[in-house]
């Protein structure tokens, strides 16, 4: 619900309608609509967490696990009116300070293990400077949901994430790698 609704439209009273209890039953575990959101949104963060694991484990060349991985926010998110990002960092900061703090270390490891798996698979180019490119990624990826430039609608988000992971995958990819890009960007848009 708060991905579909917004953490700030959902009460704590449609929260308890929708899974039939009461409101106090929710208060026996939580003790106010912040630590729930709080809750949430890292449990969320692990079953994303989880799904990636399972992706990398499939085998997959370094720019289709990209993808893949791109498919599951898409799919998570798809329902959203608009940006949780935003959404958390507007109503509920230290959720969102927290989240983000995670979220340097997971999405760094990630891209840097994606970016090691397509130069062995010569997809990527052997000389660029992974810490670096790491960087530009993280900010290009989290400014879509932070910068006043973009939409803040998820629609709009969702497109510009592609956009993103296009331009990532061109800077650092070979020829081989753009053959496999161009690939996945048909796939994707059908």
């Known amino acids: 619900m708060f991905l579909n609704l917004g953490f700030k439209s959902v009460t704590m009273d449609d929260l308890a309608k929708e899974m039939g209890i ?8 939580f003790e106010n609509k912040e630590e729930l959101v709080d809750v949430c949104t890292l449990s969320t ?4 967490d989880a799904m990636i694991s399972e992706i990398v484990q499939k085998g997959l060349n370094a ?3 990209n993808f893949a991985i791109k498919n599951v926010f898409e799919d998570m998110f798809k329902k959203a009116e ?9 109503y509920y900061p230290k959720t969102y300070e927290k989240l983000m703090q995670r979220e340097v270390c997971t999405f760094s490891d990630c891209i840097a293990t994606n970016i090691d798996k ?8 052997e000389n660029i400077d992974k810490e670096m490119v790491v960087k530009f990624y993280f900010i290009l990826a989290f400014g879509v949901y932070d910068n006043e430039m973009f939409s803040r609608r998820m629609a709009d988000i ?3 994430e592609i956009t993103v992971l296009e331009y990532h995958t061109r800077a650092i990819a070979t020829s081989k790698g753009i053959g496999i890009l161009e690939r996945e960007l048909v796939k994707h848009k059908q």
């Open 82 to 90: 608009t940006s949780p990002m935003f959404q958390l960092k507007k």
């Open 22 to 29: 009461s409101k106090k039953t929710i208060y026996t575990h």
């Open 63 to 65: 720019i289709e696990e």
């Open 158 to 160: 969702l497109k510009t």
């Open 45 to 48: 963060q692990d079953t994303i």
């Open 118 to 125: 397509g130069i062995k698979e010569k997809l990527y180019r």
